[in-house]
């Protein structure tokens, strides 16, 4: 079906929607007089919708830098049932039973351009102090866990994700080697490690939520303090993230 557009398209509002997708493939934030500049706007104008967009929460601005980066709003707007439906619910319960059932702190994970993925559930046991995590936070696009179950589903050459690897800062010294060689471990068995190079202190394990031809929609991560992992804790929550991954597919390929 083709969507006929009725009526003259409103200026400011193609203005803030350009703003908006301009600073989600930003590296990092940016000054409203750069923003305008770089979308041909008129600077009083792109000032104006900026300041609408943060009152709104859409977009965060630091007075202290003077810049402009996206908000926590957008996540309402991108993870709220009338947009995705319930799906998202179903997810975050069999996330929620890995947290019980494991005692981890339980995110997901969705690719929200070529560079960065974003945020979007946490889950926590009751039983364990929480790993702190904010809704929302972007991260590059294969960091720690997340990122290596990411790129063991990504159609990537060895070439290409070494160009990616070297824009990521690690905590400890890490050889892209090493990363991908525990890439290759990951797609074998269906579950990647990371035990403390993007994070001091905390071990990650993540899975891949798969659509049919094995293209990456979604990652799932638990995330515990290092001094409570063990190898074989680390196998149990593995296995339970990759059932978690094939029972959770449906949901998440409707949610595509």
């Not at 200026?11 to 000054?31: E, T, W």
Request: hydrophobic share 40%.
């Amino acid at each position: 079906m083709v969507q006929v557009l009725v009526g003259k398209p409103v200026g400011a509002v193609v203005s803030a929607v350009r703003i908006l997708r301009l600073l989600s493939k930003a590296k990092g934030a940016m000054r409203g007089s750069q923003i305008a500049n770089d979308l041909g706007l008129n600077t009083s104008t792109c000032f104006n919708i900026l300041q609408t967009l943060a009152a709104e929460k859409l977009v965060r601005y630091d007075s202290s830098t003077k810049l402009y980066r996206l908000g926590y709003g957008l996540l309402d707007l991108a993870s709220s049932n009338a947009i995705m439906g319930h799906n998202i619910s179903d997810i975050s319960l069999a996330m929620q039973e890995i947290s019980d059932a494991l005692d981890v702190t339980m995110s997901l994970w969705r690719r929200v351009s070529n560079t960065r993925m974003l945020l979007i559930m946490i889950t926590s046991s009751p039983r364990q102090t929480r790993v702190h995590m904010t809704l929302g936070q972007r991260l590059p696009l294969l960091v720690g866990s997340t990122g290596r179950a990411m790129a063991s589903s990504l159609n990537l050459t060895q070439d290409e994700l070494q160009n990616y690897f070297n824009e990521i800062r690690w905590i400890r010294p890490l050889s892209f080697d090493k990363y991908y060689q525990e890439v290759l471990i990951g797609r074998a068995r269906g579950w990647t490690l990371d035990t403390g190079d993007f994070v001091n202190g905390l071990h990650s394990i993540s899975a891949p939520i798969t659509d049919k031809r094995g293209a990456p929609l979604l990652i799932c991560t638990a995330t515990l303090f290092s001094g409570l992992y063990s190898d074989e804790r680390g196998e149990q929550i593995g296995r339970a993230l990759v059932e978690m991954a094939q029972r959770v597919r449906p949901l998440a390929q409707e949610m595509k």
